[in-house]
């Protein structure tokens, strides 16, 4: 069989210095995923999102820089982590991507915070919490075939702090001025001679650490002044000239800017003089850059249409891009985008972004993007036509653990959920001219607490387990329905009386239903005191419900929850596992457990959402799995205990019943459990001793036809339900990120042909779910995967 990818979703890390735009070279967008790396492609029009995840590192990855090559079909990359090692990438291809680590560099002794290169040559810079920076030289041939880097300096910072920034640039033909700034108030200023670093002035103003330093020259020519922005925690940006010659350059005019009030008494302008070996150079605060309303993490600059722009990332939700006015050289903001700071300090549940981290501008600098709290890129496009900047379709992804996995029960959409505390809904735009692509359509519950499992009830509902000790069941509004229908051609369910959308009232954790109302339509305040204000929470308009195109993160976040329509109580700790029958009139549940009083499964009625009575007790300890068999015969559970169970249904359609045990299934915990499609019930489990075990129930016994050993513990395992020429697939995962396809012959159980998944494809961590799609043709199927790595993936397994 052929395994091919044909998604992968990943959220990228809060680190503002995580991400680079290639801006020669394949053109690639880089950013820090987990411990992983992520490369997309942010101008395909065909909006493939996330193209190759690149794996190697131990801890998440904090720095990431593109050095340089003229060679349009090639990429290196320099990556930085937290696990205190340097990695040098070499990217080749264009419609099909090839990557290799050619160098594993284990210099620093603490996390890699940054790393920077120098224009135009082969010198790159990183700094650590180890309280050091060090310059080193790419040493490579011609053709990128061999990488290497020669470490040339390092600089032990005194007094120590973290350098969360580095900043370099030619300073003139024989030297390159070095900035480094971070946990500390103060910018160090670094002169290169005869290719040795010293420091040559400290620049103080800032109030808080320092968070973006970058270089650029104040115009095109080469012999312009060169001009530093920084931007710090104490929400301000500012500039400065370094100007070449014995005499200081004209006084700014912005320090006597009467905007800046009663700023300007702590606007020094002392001069710091830099010395190269062959000139002198004086260093002179240009300008202080007010906007922002909260800590700023990134900026950058950008010649655009022969003018110098700088565009700035804050955490108060907003990215400004600010120009210096030509008749009065005051800089101003000209464009602000994001959100302007309407529900600050709000959580991810009532709509705010949690600030932007990173900024980026496009090669061309046409497009913009930006990251934000919840693992979501933001793109804005400049349109010639209205010289106006528009936002685009980007990528979306969880950020901590992908826990559980689900297809609803046509196939047509897939639900996952996570310790981010969201679940979140993806499927296939349908577009004329384009094939099709996936995307998050909605985050139907936005949580307080980890979420752990999660399945379809059906096409229209679901069931999610969270760390709260309860369920709660989810409808599909139907502004959600209009838009599914509409870009994904999913029929609507026939429900009757579903509501428009639903929010979360402040301070709570139930998504309440809500109704749209027209744009033109007053909104009757429902309380008797007409001096209450009427929370703008609780109203949606029906013109934010009709898109056309995958929804941008802002609707995510805030429009497009799901309400929740019941809670399921019961157990005494955390939910570990669910379940619902196929023909979704019964719910099993489990929780975390450690005796045999809450290793129960209760099982729930969804006509009514009763509890079935008495629970079903045989674990003693954690139930991992459960699953109920194609024709809701029978019900099997597997457990930390070691043990699997097999119920049996009585005559109620929710009556389940102790039928086979065996306490001692596998020599470890047993992780998974899946039905194969055969009509003799046969089933398989996976656990930590690394084996997947098929069983089959003959009469009144339970016998073991065969066992498939993995190179580590299978902590999940699922059989497509496909028979093809008396063959049936079943894929599972491994504790270390390995994914495996066995297929066997009904007639040899015991012989089994295993295809393993190359490690390029798959995650870099535990595996915790899989789930194929249902309604797939028999020889081009589709598996879900979920991985701690905070994945999700979508593979197509091909017959052939």
């Given at each position: 069989?052929?395994?091919l990818p ?7 890390n809060?680190?503002p ?8 070279g ?5 950013y820090g995923a ?6 997309w492609?942010?101008q395909?029009?065909?909006l493939?999102?996330?193209r190759?995840?690149l ?10 820089k593109?050095?340089?090559?003229a060679?349009?079909?090639?990429s290196i ?11 040098l990438w ?11 680590c ?5 210099a620093?002794?603490?996390s ?12 790159f810079v990183?700094?650590?919490?180890d ?13 990128f075939?061999?990488?290497n ?7 032990t910072?005194f007094?120590k702090?973290f350098?969360?920034n580095?900043?370099?640039?030619k300073?003139?033909?024989?030297s ?10 103060t ?5 290169s001679?005869d290719?040795?670093?010293n ?6 103003g800032?109030?808080?650490?320092i ?7 104040e115009?095109?020519a080469?012999?312009?002044d060169?001009?530093?922005a ?7 940006i500012?500039?400065?000239r ?5 005499e200081?350059?004209?006084a700014?005019s912005a320090?006597?800017d009467?905007t800046?009030?009663g700023?300007s008494?702590?606007l020094?302008?002392k001069v710091?003089?830099?010395?190269s ?7 002179t ?10 800590w700023?993490?990134?900026a950058?600059?950008?010649?655009r ?5 700088l565009?700035?990332?804050s955490?108060?939700n907003s990215l400004?891009?600010w120009?210096?006015?030509s008749s ?6 000209t464009t ?5 700071s ?5 959580t ?7 600030g932007?981290w ?14 934000g ?5 933001r ?6 036509t209205?010289d106006?900047?528009?936002q685009?379709v ?9 826990k559980?996995?689900?297809?609803s029960r046509d196939?047509?959409?897939m639900?996952?959920t996570?310790?981010?505390q ?6 296939q735009?349908?577009r004329?001219?384009h094939?099709?692509?996936?995307h998050?359509?909605?985050?139907p ?13 059906n096409?229209s ?5 969270a ?12 502004g959600v329905a209009?838009?599914l229908?509409?870009?994904c051609?999913?029929q ?12 979360i009232p402040v301070?709570?954790l139930s ?10 339509e007053s909104?009757?305040?429902g309380n008797e005191d ?8 609780s109203?949606?308009r029906k013109?934010?419900?009709e898109?056309n ?8 976040a ?6 929740e329509t019941e809670k399921?109580y019961?157990h ?12 979704g ?18 099982l ?18 954690t ?6 068999s194609?024709?809701d015969?029978h ?5 930390r205990?070691?043990?699997w169970?097999?119920?049996?249904r009585g005559?109620?359609p929710s009556q389940y019943?102790l ?5 001692k299934g596998?020599?470890r ?7 194969t499609p055969l009509?003799?019930s046969?089933?398989?489990?996976a ?10 129930i ?8 065969g066992t ?6 299978v ?13 049936f697939?079943?894929?599972f995962?491994t504790?270390?990120?390995?994914i ?9 159980l ?7 998944v190359?490690?390029k494809?798959?995650?870099?961590k ?11 043709e ?6 879900a ?16």
């Open positions: 069989m052929d395994i044909e998604f992968v979703s990943i959220g990228g809060r680190n210095a995580a991400a680079d735009w290639d801006e020669g394949l053109r690639l967008l880089a987990d411990n992983s790396i992520a490369l492609d942010a395909d029009a065909q493939r999102g996330v190759e995840v794996s190697g590192h131990a801890k998440p990855v904090n720095a990431i593109f050095f340089s090559t060679s349009p079909d090639l990359l320099l990556s930085g982590a937290a696990d205190n090692t340097l990695r070499r990217i080749r291809g264009t419609d099909v991507l090839d990557y290799e050619l160098q594993v560099i284990s620093h002794s603490s890699i915070t940054r790393i920077t290169t120098l224009p135009d040559s082969d010198v990183t700094g650590a919490s309280g050091t920076v060090k310059i080193w030289k790419l040493v490579h041939d011609p053709d075939s061999s990488l880097a020669e470490l040339l300096q390092t600089i910072l007094p702090y350098p969360l580095l900043a370099l640039a300073l003139d033909d024989s390159t001025v070095l900035a480094v700034a971070g946990t500390r108030s910018i160090q200023i670094f002169i001679q290719g040795h670093f420091l040559s002035a400290t620049l103080t800032h109030e808080g650490w968070r973006a330093l970058a270089f650029t020259r115009t095109q080469n012999n312009s060169l001009l530093l920084s931007a710090s925690q104490d929400k301000y500012r500039l400065w370094i100007h070449r010659g014995d200081l350059p004209a700014s320090l006597n009467p800046l009030g700023l008494k702590s020094s302008n710091h003089w830099i010395e070996p062959t000139s002198k150079h004086s260093v605060f240009e300008a202080l850059l007010l906007g922002h309303e909260d700023i993490y990134t950058s600059w950008r010649f249409n022969r003018r110098l722009q565009l700035s990332t955490e108060d400004a891009i120009e210096s006015d009065s050289g005051v800089w101003v903001c602000r985008l994001g959100e302007i309407a529900q600050k300090g709000s991810s549940a009532t709509g705010s972004a949690g932007f990173v900024g980026l501008w496009s090669p061309d600098g046409d497009s913009i993007v930006s990251l709290r919840t693992g979501s890129w793109k804005w496009t400049n349109s010639k209205e106006m900047w528009e685009q980007a990528i979306t992804g969880h950020v901590r653990e992908a559980g996995v689900c297809w196939g047509s959409y639900l996952t996570g310790s981010d969201t679940t979140r809904l993806y499927s735009w349908q004329e001219g094939d099709s692509s996936w998050e359509f909605t985050r519950q936005i949580h307080g607490y980890d979420l752990n499992c999660i399945d379809a009830v096409n509902q679901f069931i999610s387990g760390d709260e000790k309860l369920l709660r069941v989810f409808d599909e509004p139907n209009e838009m229908n509409k870009l051609g999913i609507a369910s026939m429900a009757l009386d579903l509501p428009d959308a639903a929010n301070l709570g998504n309440k239903a809500i109704q749209a109302v027209g744009d033109d909104v009757e305040n007409e001096r209450e204000a009427i929370d703008p929470s109203i949606v013109s934010t419900l898109i195109h995958p929804p941008f993160e802002d609707h995510l805030r429009h497009l929850l799901w309400p399921l019961g005494g700790y955390e939910i570990s596992a669910v379940a619902v029958s196929r023909d009139s019964t719910i099993a549940t489990a929780c975390r457990a450690s005796s045999i009083d809450h290793a129960v499964i209760r729930y009625d969804t006509k009514d959402w009763l509890e079935v009575k008495p629970p079903l007790k045989a674990h003693s300890l139930v991992t799995a459960l699953q109920f194609p024709d015969k019900l099997l559970s597997v457990g205990d070691r043990q169970v097999v119920w049996e005559s109620g019943a039928k086979h045990t065996n306490p596998h020599s915990m047993i992780l998974g459990a899946a039905w009509l003799q046969t089933f398989l489990t656990g930590r001793d690394k084996t997947v075990k098929m069983w089959q003959t009469g009144e016994d339970v016998q073991l036809k498939m050993t993995a190179n580590t513990a902590t999940a395992v699922a059989c497509s339900g496909q028979l093809i020429h008396d063959k697939t079943f894929g995962g504790d270390s990120g390995e495996g396809f066995g297929s066997v012959t009904t007639s040899a015991d012989k089994v042909d295993v295809v393993m190359s490690p494809l798959s995650p870099a535990t595996i915790n779910q899989v789930a194929w799609r249902p309604g797939c028999p020889k081009a199927q589709q598996l995967v979920v991985s701690d790595d905070t994945s999700v993936r979508i593979y197509n397994v091909i017959e052939t």
